[in-house]
């Protein structure tokens, strides 16, 4: 069954740290661009970072020198590691995989995971 399964999300003081895992049971994850969105309460969804098949990253000017996105192709799973959390930093984060076949462009997502940093 293709599923990105996010896990690693909880409760946190502000300055901690907290690493989001996304497995993903699909078959395309090797060719895929990863990424990692938030949706706050009352707010759009963002993206937080993103990493292409090849490695290459970026990131949301918020979080940058804060969070680190990594993929290991080898378990399909890509990593959010984020340090000095802040209490805006506070949302569901979601796992997005991109990816293009035959020209058309796809985009599939996990359930999310909560994560709450408190003040």
């Known amino acids: 069954q293709d599923q990105l399964v996010e896990s690693g999300g909880g409760l946190v003081q502000a300055g901690g740290s907290l690493r989001l895992s996304c497995v993903d049971s699909?078959?395309?994850?090797?060719?895929?661009?990863m990424g990692w969105y938030r949706q706050a309460p009352g707010k759009q969804r963002e993206l937080v970072a993103r990493?292409?098949?090849?490695?290459?990253?970026n990131y949301a000017d918020s979080v940058k020198g804060r969070f680190t996105i990594s993929r290991d192709n080898a378990r399909n799973t890509v990593y959010l590691q984020m340090n000095r959390l802040k209490p805006e930093d506070t949302a569901v984060y979601y796992c997005?995989?991109?990816?293009?076949?035959?020209?058309?462009?796809?985009?599939?997502w996990g359930q999310g995971t909560q994560v709450t940093v408190s003040s």
């Open positions: 699909g078959s395309t994850f090797s060719v895929a661009a």
């Open positions: 997005n995989r991109h990816w293009w076949y035959l020209g058309v462009e796809y985009d599939y």
């Open positions: 990493i292409s098949r090849a490695g290459n990253t």
